[in-house]
């Protein structure tokens, strides 16, 4: 069966940097698209970045960009996400999620393309 387990959560202060790891068991990445969303208290699950496997291709939502970075390790068929910069409004749980991914196609952002979901990472922002 497959998994997806997210670690590397924590609290820290606002402006530190925490890396979340998102490990695959049942399932190479390798065809994927694998992408972190995250859901803070009484809001919807947005969407944070996302990687394609094969190229490397990333995407991020306009909250994070210069501040994560998506990346990936053939060789432990994980994904990580770097976090810098955080901010109190960053706090939320971050998910990783997986979807098969299709040539010629922009990185997807949306919830429905992804249909392997982690159990989530609680981060907690400090101000």
């Known amino acids: 069966q497959v998994q997806l387990v997210e670690s590397g959560g924590g609290l820290v202060q606002a402006g530190g940097s925490l890396r979340l790891s998102c490990a695959a068991s049942?399932?190479?990445?390798?065809?994927?698209?694998i992408a972190w969303f995250r859901q803070g208290p009484g809001k919807e699950r947005e969407f944070v970045a996302a990687?394609?496997?094969?190229?490397?291709?990333?995407a991020y939502a306009d909250s994070v960009k210069g501040r994560f970075t998506i990346s990936r390790d053939n060789a432990k068929n994980t994904v990580y996400l770097q976090m810098s910069t955080l901010k109190p409004e960053d706090t939320a749980v971050y998910y990783c999620a997986a979807g098969l991914g299709l040539p010629l196609t922009s990185v997807p952002t949306t919830r429905s393309r992804y249909n392997y979901w982690g159990q989530g990472t609680q981060v907690t922002v400090s101000s």
């Open positions: 990687i394609r496997w094969s190229s490397g291709s990333t």
């Open positions: 049942g399932r190479t990445f390798s065809n994927d698209n």
